[in-house]
């Protein structure tokens, strides 16, 4: 079970929410065995401009061991934390595979020192352009961590970019996005729809029974920059930038959630295809509003759950989470660089923009070696920072 209402406050904490992290800059690691022969520890997801992503640390590196101790099943634990933790030297492998993806090769790329610094982790990792073999297509490949409306201009312009590159189509990389600002998500909206939506109704919160009869309600319009609570300028602005899509490609896992669903159930209220690849989606359709509260000589920021996002059809029925019209659990098989072939379920979604057609499983996959996670061998040591507003749906603090 999920419970997503928060608390802030300027009472004395161990860590003051929303500071910068300290660290590699690795977002996620996990422990792997690849066969019989290898334990090493994989990176997943490495942080644009932190020592890990200076040092050329990408997805799917292959750590065999940490200041000279090799990983083992005994110390992958420890030895996982000090990567984290930066300031140390790693022994890195790329890993390939040979007998139809059954037997993985390593090959070094050497020791990497691996600094520490102060960080903040942006909403956009990655956004290039893809171009479709044996095809005029070019998909635009997104990578969204958070919505967040410090990095809205950013989002502005990685669409600016694709569309400089005449992008037909473009792969929205959900898969590890828990949510955000509600006005982050309209943006992103509008620049998927574009000028064809505009005005539209992308989202409308529904309040409890008091409030509603008391006429309260909020929408937020595709290219409006009026929304019920407040002016937001990037909204309107998005329009000039926008793709003007009918038509997306969605990667999703349980980490998809809140702001992220929205923007799929916002756009499937707008009749655009919203395709899905991967596990079922968190089911967050609810949001929360910051109130403040003063106890003793303390300001207390509650976001308790307020209200229901529905779409332009009316429909808000998603607690389940979405179910990809695509369902793949690719935790088993190694991962490749994101945005490319060699990421399984970046894979499929070019696979399916370059044929047109919903990839078969099992034989539409990529030929890629299998591995076991480490976590059935102990707990897993994830230590990913968490992004601003994390699990989500956020509006400005309610005035009362």
């Excluded at 920059?225 to 937001?232: L, P, Q």
């Amino acid at each position: 079970m999920y419970y997503y209402s928060r608390l802030e406050s300027d009472a004395p904490l161990s860590r003051t929410p929303g500071e910068a992290y300290v660290g590699s800059g690795i977002y996620l690691l996990d422990a792997t065995r690849l066969g019989d022969d290898y334990i090493g520890i994989v990176v997943m997801v490495v942080i644009p401009g932190t020592p890990a992503a200076e040092a050329g640390l990408v997805r799917g590196d292959f750590i065999t061991a940490v200041n000279g101790e090799e990983v083992t099943e005994s110390n992958y634990q420890s030895l996982g934390r000090a990567v984290y933790d930066g300031a140390v030297d790693v022994t890195v492998n790329s890993v390939t595979w040979t007998d139809n993806g059954t037997t993985p090769v390593l090959t070094p790329k050497g020791n990497v020192q691996l600094g520490s610094a102060t960080f903040t982790s942006p909403a956009i990792y990655m956004d290039k352009v893809v171009e479709i073999e044996e095809s005029d297509k070019k998909a635009g490949y997104l990578l969204y961590m958070g919505f967040d409306v410090d990095y809205d201009e950013e989002l502005i312009a990685a669409f600016d970019r694709f569309r400089a590159q005449n992008v037909t189509d473009l792969i929205l990389d959900l898969r590890y996005n828990n949510g955000g600002d509600v006005l982050s998500s309209t943006v992103l909206g509008t620049l998927i729809a574009g000028e064809a939506y505009k005005g539209q109704l992308y989202a409308h919160m529904t309040f409890n029974e008091d409030r509603t009869e008391a006429g309260e309600s909020g929408d937020y319009k595709i290219g409006v920059k009026e929304t019920f609570e407040s002016v937001y300028e990037p909204i309107e602005r998005a329009l000039q930038h926008a793709l003007g899509l009918k038509k997306i490609y969605v990667l999703v896992s349980e980490t998809t959630a809140s702001a992220s669903e929205m923007v799929i159930n916002g756009l499937r209220g707008l009749d655009i295809e919203v395709n899905l690849i991967g596990m079922p989606t968190n089911g967050k359709n609810v949001g929360m509003e910051g109130v403040v509260r003063s106890f003793h000589n303390y300001d207390f920021l509650l976001f308790p759950v307020s209200f229901y996002i529905e779409n332009a059809k009316g429909f808000r029925d998603y607690s389940d989470g979405f179910t990809p019209d695509v369902q793949i659990d690719d935790s088993a098989i190694y991962p490749g660089e994101f945005g490319t072939m060699m990421d399984q379920l970046g894979y499929l979604a070019l696979q399916w923009i370059k044929t047109d057609n919903k990839p078969q499983l099992p034989s539409a996959m990529y030929t890629r070696g299998s591995c076991r996670s480490m976590r059935s061998f102990g707990s897993l040591w994830e230590s990913r920072p968490v992004q601003p507003a994390g699990g989500a749906v956020m509006q400005p603090v309610r005035e009362e």
